[in-house]
């Protein structure tokens, strides 16, 4: 598979992917919806274009899961986020206060300083809004 940069996706596509990824792979378009903050016929269009760019299936009437792809990359997004909010925690915020910077900065951090960021915290395993997963091109394997 292809290398992860970082900025495959446009911030606002980013976003669902890692929304699913939280629910755990799979969910309804109504729910994606209401936690993005749009209305559905708009989730439905975006839920549509990840489907086609293979991040996606969608099952008409239940809602969508993510491909291997989706998953993947789903994973790499959590990680980021998590890791971005661990490290501006150190500068004093709060936990909430490093959640939502991390959401505003994230699209524009590479996988590369995601990996230079877990390995300066000594590659952690829990971050201040959830656990963080090791990836092996990254942290030592602690088996
Ligand atoms: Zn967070
Ligand atoms: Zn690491």
Redesign the pocket.
């Known amino acids: 598979m292809e290398e992860i940069s970082g900025f495959e996706l446009p911030g606002r596509k980013a976003e669902y992917l890692k929304i699913i990824g939280i629910m755990g792979g799979c969910a309804r378009t109504n729910e994606i919806a209401r936690r993005v903050g749009v209305a559905p016929s708009t989730a439905t269009k975006t839920l549509l274009a990840l489907a086609d760019e293979g991040y996606l299936e969608h099952t008409p009437y239940r809602g969508v899961s993510l491909t291997t792809q989706g998953e993947r990359y789903a994973r790499f997004l959590l990680r980021r986020?998590?890791l971005l909010?661990l490290a501006l925690s150190q500068f004093g915020l709060t936990?909430a206060e490093?959640?939502?910077e991390?959401?505003m900065l994230e699209g524009r951090v590479s996988k590369d300083l995601v990996d230079r960021i877990c390995a300066s915290l000594g590659h952690p395993v829990q971050?201040?809004?959830?656990p963080i997963e090791h990836d092996l091109a990254c942290c030592p394997d602690t088996g």
Request: hydrophobic share 25%; aromatic share 0%.
């Open positions: 986020h998590r909010s936990p490093a959640c939502r991390a959401n971050s201040v809004c959830g």
